[in-house]
């Protein structure tokens, strides 16, 4: 049955192609024809295109879907989606919730709830080694973790060495992370953690002395910059990690679908991608126009916060092999620094949906 869904799925790309030869999409339709690629980097692998919508021979009837996501980053790239969904310019119709709590996503995902779900990269590796019944078809969030200085005294890993960094996550996906990168450059060692309850308990604790060092995600970072003058962000876990990690890179949220809706609605899945990806660009390249959505709908509490932050959050539609690639390189990464961040195992090829 899965090879018969790819094989239409692989139809439905070629006829979307041959679509996108033609006239564009006017202004003021379902989607837009835009660029692949916006000065913040929206990447797009096959089957996800960002021009017309894909054609088929038959009519293809739209669908609810219901998406739940967590309030943060990871569901800031598609404010202008829901958006345009309520405004009834969108192909399919969608539902949102947004949680507070990874569990919730969970919970509703297993019990069948949600349809698509934006969830931590981690997470979704390690509910699927425990109950499976989804598949992952894009990453919507790259790295979100920032070094920041009270100071100027760190413009590289190795300038950690010697001193202390506070954060947040003890024994999660950050502390792992910053370990790996510390270990990459050989100072592992040398670097004091000392972990802090919640971000802002590391703002303080950076502020309070001279040369004050911790490491925070966004908007937190940019929260904390407009509130103390002498902050910078010294590093971007991101582009640290993309320089020790060959084929790898930091990922922080991916969008998974129930296997039940990729076989029941395979054209309308590939439509909300093609509209997940025309979203991301929209935000990127207009922070302004999607801060307020994002403020509306919960995932940043001020709209001028968003703003400036979404050019920090890395927000992307990486999909297909390309998707496959990086986030299986990232998942063994963490697999090495403890298994039990993602489930106690690498998982099955299954787990990702590139459409192939």
């Given amino acids: 049955m899965k090879k018969m869904i790819v094989c239409l799925l692989a139809l ?22 835009r ?20 054609q088929t021979d038959e009519a293809v009837e739209d669908v ?4 739940y996501s967590l309030k943060g980053p990871t569901s800031m790239g598609i404010a202008t989606l829901l958006e345009d969904s309520k405004n009834g310019k969108t192909l399919n119709r969608y539902v949102s919730t947004v949680c507070t709590a990874a569990d919730e996503i969970t919970a509703a995902l297993v019990s069948g709830e949600a349809d698509i779900a934006l969830l931590p990269a981690n997470a979704a590796a390690a509910l699927y080694n425990k109950a499976g019944g989804f598949s992952v078809v894009g990453i919507n969030t790259l790295g979100v973790l920032y070094v920041v200085e009270n100071g100027e005294s760190v413009n590289s890993m190795a300038d950690l060495a010697g001193k202390t960094v506070y954060l947040t996550g003890k024994g999660t996906v950050p502390e792992y992370s910053l370990r790996y990168l510390l270990a990459a450059n050989g100072i592992e060692d040398q670097v004091t953690l000392e972990f802090k309850s919640e971000p802002q308990e ?7 002395e001279a040369a004050g060092i911790g490491m925070l995600p966004q908007p937190f970072v940019t929260a904390a910059l407009a509130q103390n003058e002498g902050l910078r962000i010294a590093l971007s876990l991101t582009e640290e990690w993309e320089k020790t990690a060959e084929g790898s ?10 296997n039940e809706l990729l076989e029941e609605h395979p054209q309308q899945i590939l439509n909300f991608l ?16 999607a801060a307020p959505l994002i403020e509306a709908m919960g995932i940043v509490a001020k709209a001028p916060l968003a703003q400036k932050a979404i050019p920090f959050c890395n927000l992307v539609c990486i999909t297909g092999s390309e998707m496959q690639s990086l986030l299986s390189g990232y998942l063994q990464t963490l697999y090495e620094q403890n298994p039990k961040a993602v489930g106690g195992a690498m998982p099955a090829d299954e787990f990702y949906y590139t459409g192939e």
């Fill in 274 to 289: 093609q509209e997940a990806a025309a979203g991301v660009e929209r935000v990127n390249a207009h922070p302004e126009e």
């Fill in 35 to 54: 660029a692949a690629t916006t000065e913040a980097s929206v990447k797009t692998d096959a089957p996800v295109q960002t021009g017309a919508p894909l």
């Fill in 202 to 208: 590391v703002v303080s604790a950076i502020t309070g």
């Fill in 12 to 33: 439905c790309l070629l006829l979307s192609l041959c679509a996108c030869a033609g006239t564009p999409a006017e202004e003021g339709g379902a989607t837009e024809n």
């Fill in 249 to 258: 890179t930091l990922v922080t949220g991916v969008t998974v679908v129930r």
């Fill in 64 to 67: 609810e879907l219901r998406i």
